[in-house]
């Protein structure tokens, strides 16, 4: 696994907006798909939005034009992308997840995770 580390979280009114950023030690050659989840109190964690390197995104259903998944990018040493938010509502509160795959020396793509960065959106 790699080391995936994500910022940018913080308290937010209802309406504002947020970037959240996740750089990976993982060399950009070797990404295959880096994508956000979120897990709200309590509950399942689910996707907010992922990028393939071939293009191919995925969201979820609560997206709804309020965020945007940016380009990756990177060099030989990290990887990196940022979720853009706007239009928070307080439901989007949860604690995102940074996910990074990576094509091993091997073959296997492997799967890591960052420890999460807390989001909460107040009235």
């Known amino acids: 696994q790699v080391r995936v580390v994500e910022s940018g979280g913080g308290s937010v009114q209802t309406g504002g907006s947020l970037r959240l950023s996740c750089v990976a030690e993982?060399?950009?050659?070797?990404?295959?798909?880096m994508g956000w989840y979120r897990r709200p109190g309590g509950g399942q964690r689910e996707l907010v939005y992922s990028l393939a390197t071939t293009g191919s995104t995925n969201f979820g259903p609560f997206v709804q034009d309020r965020f945007r998944i940016g380009k990756i990018s990177g060099d030989s040493t990290k990887t990196m992308v940022d979720l853009l938010m706007s239009n928070l509502k307080p439901e989007d509160t949860a604690v995102y997840y940074c996910n990074a795959h990576f094509r091993h020396s091997s073959g296997r793509v492997i799967r890591s995770w960052g420890q999460g960065t807390q989001v909460t959106v107040f009235e």
């Open positions: 993982g060399s950009f050659d070797n990404v295959v798909e």
